[in-house]
């Protein structure tokens, strides 16, 4: 019943959770110019309808990480 509540009434979505990423957002910065540092393989995934962070953020870090 927990489960169905929260993914029927509240769309999955954590009101506390969300400010507490927000946050952590504020506090740490941009991190763009730390992305051409990456050596592993990426995936860059982006939900369209992030509520938090725009989609378009995706567009503009992901060309900064190498192959």
């Not at 507490?20 to 995934?45: D, N």
Request: proline share 10%; glycine share 4%.
């Amino acid at each position: 019943e927990l489960f169905k509540y929260n993914i029927l009434e509240r769309k999955g979505q954590n009101p506390r959770a969300r400010l507490q990423q927000f946050a952590a957002i504020v506090a740490s910065g941009s991190r763009l110019s730390e992305l051409p540092k990456i050596q592993a393989p990426t995936l860059v995934l982006h939900g369209t309808a992030d509520q938090l962070v725009p989609p378009a953020h995706a567009k503009t870090y992901a060309p900064l990480i190498p192959n």
